[in-house]
């Protein structure tokens, strides 16, 4: 069983991928869906975020890629669409222009709001977005 961090909770429970979800990444390294395992059944994952997702997880390790990222989301997920962002551990040695303040800086002003903080492994750290309750009109 595939976990993250250090509480032992799959990854998939922790960003709140059900029985069929529909996922969509961005930038995901090459072992995401190892890290997923075990995923509920029925989850569809695609590098195409559209309309019909029900969480996209961007991975970014730079500011003006992971801003227009956040815009286009913002503009064309469901109001009721999450996004999960992740960036790269400051021990990771991955070098990178975006933190947990960046995302916030970024998506803040869009009419995300972050609710919930998690480790996806070793390497990436991850913030999740919704649209505020208010705006969802």
Do not use: N
């Given at each position: 069983m595939?976990?993250?961090?250090?509480?032992?909770?799959?990854?998939?429970?922790?960003?709140?991928?059900?029985?069929?979800?529909?996922?969509?990444?961005?930038?995901?390294?090459?072992h995401?869906?190892?890290?997923?395992?075990?995923?509920?059944?029925?989850?569809?994952?695609?590098?195409?975020?559209?309309?019909?997702?029900?969480?996209?997880?961007?991975?970014?390790?730079?500011?003006?890629p992971?801003?227009?990222?956040?815009?286009?989301l913002?503009?064309?997920?469901?109001p009721?669409?999450?996004?999960?962002?992740?960036?790269?551990?400051?021990t990771?040695?991955?070098?990178?222009?975006?933190?947990?303040?960046?995302?916030?800086?970024?998506?803040?002003?869009?009419?995300?709001?972050?609710?919930?903080?998690?480790?996806?492994?070793?390497?990436?750290?991850?913030?999740?977005?919704?649209?505020?309750?208010?705006?969802?009109?």
């Amino acid at each position: 069983m595939a976990t993250a961090g250090y509480s032992g909770t799959p990854l998939a429970k922790k960003l709140g991928i059900r029985e069929g979800s529909r996922v969509a990444t961005i930038g995901a390294p090459p072992h995401y869906r190892a890290l997923l395992a075990p995923l509920p059944g029925g989850v569809r994952i695609s590098s195409r975020p559209g309309a019909a997702c029900d969480l996209v997880h961007v991975f970014a390790t730079k500011r003006a890629p992971l801003a227009a990222a956040l815009k286009t989301l913002r503009r064309t997920l469901a109001p009721d669409a999450a996004v999960w962002v992740s960036w790269p551990k400051q021990t990771s040695g991955v070098a990178s222009g975006v933190t947990e303040d960046t995302v916030r800086e970024l998506a803040l002003p869009l009419g995300w709001v972050d609710v919930k903080v998690c480790a996806v492994d070793a390497t990436w750290s991850g913030l999740k977005l919704v649209v505020r309750k208010s705006l969802r009109g």
